[in-house]
T-cell receptor, first 108, second 116 residues
Framework: GQQVMQIPQYQHVQEGEDFTTYCNSSTTLSNIQWYKQRPGGHPVFLIQLVKSGEVKKQKRLTFQFGEAKKNSSLHITATQTTDVGTYFCAGGYSTLTFGKGTMLLVSP | DAGVIQSPRHEVTEMGQEVTLRCKPISGHDYLFWYRQTMMRGLELLIYFNNNVPIDDSGMPEDRFSAKMPNASFSTLKIQPSEPRDSAVYFC??????????????FGPGTRLTVT
């Protein structure tokens, strides 16, 4: 079946440093979504990318969808302690397959 | 809107007991999803419904798991009999929209199930 892989599994940064998580699919995706889950919380939708090569920004967050629609990335510029959590990508056709997520820790 | 509502928030039960998890989706959403989250396996889709009809239950682990959606505002996930390996956080999510280009899913707060 379809697999969505995320790297790294875990990253610990100092506040102010940048952070990037990568998402790779074994098959072409119709779209990709990103979610954030705070510790003890539930996944919350961040954004959806649909077009090949698409780039979207939300304040300090930049999302990219690869040209082949098989990979995506999320980049956070100048992390803050409020960015702590696990970031998931999810993609597919009839259903969404979630990656295992990248856990981000930010030290003040 | 209150968002997706799940109950109970925490459940501790003994092996062999029946467990029923409940979910109320966001009003107007026509898709409902049940997920299970564990450290080892991440977030797994168990089953999803469209307009109260189960569409894909290929993620349901085994016959001990069953899910129903008797109407547009209520769904249950039942485990009978429960086993320690069923311990996980179970999320219900709902969305408005069809397949192809997915619509964002709204997750409930989850039910943390512990089977001893």
């Amino acid at each position: 079946g379809q697999q969505v892989m995320q790297i790294p599994q875990y990253q610990h940064v100092q506040e102010g440093e940048d952070f990037t998580t990568y998402c790779n699919s074994s098959t072409t995706l119709s779209n990709i979504q990103w979610y954030k889950q705070r510790p003890g919380g539930h996944p919350v939708f961040l954004i959806q990318l649909v077009k090949s090569g698409e780039v979207k920004k939300q304040k300090r967050l930049t999302f990219q969808f690869g040209e082949a629609k098989k990979n995506s990335s999320l980049h956070i510029t100048a992390t803050q302690t409020t960015d702590v959590g696990t970031y998931f990508c999810a993609g597919g056709y009839s259903t969404l397959t979630f990656g295992k997520g990248t856990m981000l820790l930010v030290s003040p | 809107d209150a968002g997706v509502i799940q109950s109970p928030r925490h459940e501790v039960t003994e092996m062999g007991q029946e467990v029923t998890l409940r979910c109320k989706p966001i009003s107007g959403h026509d898709y409902l999803f049940w997920y299970r989250q564990t450290m080892m396996r991440g977030l797994e889709l168990l089953i999803y419904f469209n307009n109260n009809v189960p569409i894909d239950d290929s993620g349901m682990p085994e016959d001990r798991f069953s899910a129903k959606m008797p109407n547009a505002s209520f769904s249950t996930l039942k485990i009978q009999p429960s086993e320690p390996r069923d311990s996980a956080v179970y999320f219900c999510a709902s969305s408005h929209g069809g397949p192809g280009v997915h619509h964002e899913q709204y997750f409930g707060p989850g039910t943390r199930l512990t089977v001893t």
